[in-house]
Structures are given as C-alpha cells and as structure tokens.
C-alpha cells in the first residue's frame, strides 16, 4: 500500500510539472526550402524598399532555418505580437518556396525577430500556419548573426 502511494505521489507531482508548462521547441522538417527569402526592416511602424533584401542563396537560407530550430517558445496572441512590433523595430523573414515573392499569397513559413532579441513564429513548419508563438528568452545576438550572415547594413 505504501509503495502504491508514493508511484501515485511520483506520477501526480510529474504530470503537475508537464501540465503547467506549455513550452514548445522550433522544429522545421523541411529546411532546405530553395526558393527566396526576403528581410524587411520595419522601424516606426514603416518599411522601404531600402530596408528590404531578397536572399536566393539557398545555403544561407537554410542556414537563417537552422538558426532557428531548437529555440523554446509559448504561444501569444496576434495583439500581442502586434503590439510588441510596433513598440519596437523589428525584421520580418518570409521564406518562399518558388524563385519569387507573390503579393498576396502567404508566405510558406515566416518569422519576425524584434530588436531587443524576441522572436515571434506565425508557422509551426513549412505551409503550417498557426497562431503565434514568441520565444521564451530573448535571443539579442541572434539578429545580429542572421544580419551578418545575409550582410545586411539595415
């Protein structure tokens, strides 16, 4: 009876930790998309077409994927994230999958990285849209390697 008691005590107190939590990991199953991404600056709430930079390179691409994989995020809502981009500069990454941008049709996976290191996911994998998801921890080094790698000055 006793050993009964503590096998329940040891699986409640464990599903109390897992039900309480409701991280996620960045896992992209297709990352060797090798269509196009675009960066695009947006600051004050406006962008240019000098804020804005088409990468073809397939290695970098799915470098800028890799980067991202593994990184722990919780969900949010659209308001949320809305406001956290207008409070603040931010890069949006849009990944297609043909060799061009179409206006109007959906990216096939997208990120947006604000300047003070959140990242906020509106795709769990490549054409899987979902409701956002917005890192745990902020990440401030990790916009300046993606900047670096793609040799971006904006």
Same mark, same amino acid.
């Given at each position: 009876? &006793?050993?009964?008691?503590?096998? *329940?005590?040891?699986?409640?107190?464990?599903?109390?930790?897992?039900? %309480?939590?409701?991280?996620?990991?960045?896992?992209?199953?297709?990352?060797?998309?090798? %269509?196009?991404?675009?960066?695009?600056?947006?600051?004050?709430?406006?962008?240019?077409?000098?804020?804005? &930079?088409?990468?073809?390179?397939?290695? &970098?691409?799915?470098?800028?994927?890799?980067?991202?994989?593994? *990184?722990?995020?919780?969900?949010?809502?659209? $308001?949320?994230?809305?406001?956290?981009?207008?409070?603040?500069? !931010? /890069?949006?990454?849009?990944?297609?999958?043909? $060799?061009?941008?179409? !206006?109007?049709?959906?990216?096939? /996976?997208?990120? @947006? @990285?604000?300047?003070?290191?959140?990242?906020?996911?509106?795709?769990? $994998?490549?054409?899987?849209?979902?409701?956002?998801?917005?890192?745990?921890?902020?990440?401030?080094? *990790?916009?300046?390697?993606?900047? $670096?790698?793609?040799?971006?000055?904006?």
């Amino acid at each position: 009876m &006793k050993s009964l008691f503590i096998s *329940l005590i040891t699986v409640f107190v464990f599903l109390s930790g897992c039900s %309480g939590k409701k991280e996620e990991v960045i896992q992209i199953k297709n990352n060797n998309l090798s %269509g196009m991404l675009m960066v695009q600056k947006t600051e004050d709430q406006t962008s240019s077409e000098e804020m804005t &930079k088409m990468i073809t390179d397939k290695q &970098k691409i799915e470098k800028i994927l890799t980067m991202v994989e593994g *990184l722990k995020v919780k969900k949010t809502d659209t $308001d949320r994230m809305l406001a956290e981009m207008k409070a603040q500069d !931010s /890069y949006s990454f849009s990944f297609a999958e043909g $060799d061009k941008m179409e !206006s109007g049709k959906q990216a096939a /996976y997208s990120f @947006v @990285v604000l300047n003070d290191g959140t990242l906020f996911f509106t795709h769990k $994998d490549i054409n899987s849209p979902q409701k956002p998801r917005m890192t745990i921890e902020k990440h401030k080094n *990790l916009l300046k390697e993606m900047k $670096d790698l793609l040799e971006m000055d904006f």
